[in-house]
Structure formats: C-alpha cells, structure tokens
C-alpha cells in the first residue's frame, strides 16, 4: 500500500484511465464524481475508486474460491476475468450470461455462488437479478452511466477501458492471493499489468460453466487531470 493511501501509485491509476468516466451520469453514482471536464466526460473520485476496490478484494477474500463466480460479458472485461480466476481459482462466466444459471437447477452450468462479482451492470442486469431473488452479496464494477440496483458493493472505475479493467483484476488478483497464502508479500507477485491485458488463449482450470460458454492515510481527493486512456470507451 502506498503512502497516498492507494494500492499503487497515483500516476499507475491515472495513466490506466481508471478514473475516466463516460459523458452520462446516472443520479446512482453522483456521490462518485469528482467533477465534470470541458469536454463533457465525467471524472470519478480516485480516492472513492481505489477505497471500493480494495474493500471488494477484502469481501472477496473471506469466501472460498469455489463460492466466488465473476461475471464478465465483454472482451475488455472477461481477458482479464480469466486470468484473475485462473490464479485465484474462482468460476468466471464469460459471453453472454444464460438465464436461469442461478436460478433454475436443470439449467445447464448451474451454479450457487455465494457472491458474485459483475463487470458491467447494464450487459450482466440478469446475474444481478438472480444474485437479489437468491440474497447472493453482489460487487460491481461500475462507470458513471451505470445504475445500480441490487448491487451491494459498488466499485466506482472505467469498466470500458481495456488498460483499466486489467488494472483492476491486477489489483484484485495480488490481494487475493495474498489472503490466500498463495504469496507472503506483494514483492512475491510476479504478474505485470500487461499479463492481464493478453488475449486469453485458453480457458481458466477454474470451474467455467459450459452455460456461459454457450452463450490507511486518505488518498488526493482526486487527480488533477490525466488524459483519456487509449482503449477507452468501446
């Protein structure tokens, strides 16, 4: 943990465009912007994002690999799902995600998390959904054109940017296994950024259901400008 109160470095978060929003804001996520830029696009609260997001790695951690299901619908966000479930051992959801995976036992991958992490609410609404009508604790990672019903721990970032959503699984990753005993110290992890952002080439040896495949010193309140990052908004 660095001094500034942030996982990593300051300048880390800012070159990976975590705090990029879009130029909608939902009335859900005001308490989570800073501000507003001239060129329209929403800035999210750097200290907010990287408070929320070491508080899921630590909700995360409590429960068994086994019991962890992440949701990740787009590319962006299932590349580096797969590697952040491959080295931590929890089932990731890839595509599109198949109604009835939580709710209907005959469904094809059933499954009974007790807590699920979603990348997107607006492409993962359904999981949200079955996650409330089965009281499973749901995180999420969200922009500031989301909404966030039924989601009970919200994580403020840029969940379109390539660069930002590999930081975040980076993040979660190293934290996980830490509580996990997998490594004794940060020093000991030996993933880059860029190893999150690689293209999958093959599935997890994490459970992968085959439904999915069918279908601390307070941080800056929040930086003072960064540009956009490369890969941002699809």
């Known amino acids: 943990m660095e001094k500034s109160g942030l996982p990593l470095k300051q300048e880390v978060f800012l070159e990976a465009g975590v705090h990029i929003g879009t130029k ?32 899921a790695a630590k909700l995360l951690a409590k429960y068994r690999p ?28 890839k595509g599109r995600f ?5 709710t209907n036992m005959t469904c094809k991958g059933f499954l009974e998390p007790k807590i699920i992490l979603v990348c997107d609410p607006k492409g993962e609404r359904e999981a949200i959904n079955e996650s409330a009508k089965n009281g499973v604790p749901v995180i999420s990672l969200c922009d500031t054109d989301n909404e966030t ?18 930081l975040i699984f980076y993040i979660l990753a190293r934290e996980m296994m830490l509580a996990q005993g997998k490594i004794k110290s940060y020093d000991e992890f030996t993933y880059d950024i860029g190893y999150f952002e690689q293209l999958a080439v093959s599935e997890p040896k994490a459970a992968v259901p085959e439904a999915a ?10 930086p003072a400008e960064a540009a956009p990052a490369e890969e941002k908004k699809e």
């Open 98 to 102: 198949v109604p009835g995976t939580m």
């Open 213 to 222: 495949q069918a279908a601390p010193e307070a941080a800056p309140e929040a």
């Open 66 to 93: 086994e019991e962890v299901t992440i949701v990740a619908s787009r590319v962006y966000s299932s590349n580096p799902a797969n590697k952040f479930a491959a080295l931590t051992g929890v089932n990731l959801i």
């Open 149 to 166: 019903k039924f989601i009970d721990l919200v994580v403020p970032i840029n969940n379109k940017g390539k660069r930002s959503l590999a």
């Open 24 to 55: 909608i804001r939902t009335s859900d996520m005001r308490g989570f912007i800073f501000k507003r830029r001239d060129d329209g696009l929403y800035i999210l609260d750097l200290r907010k994002s990287a408070e929320r997001l070491m508080a």
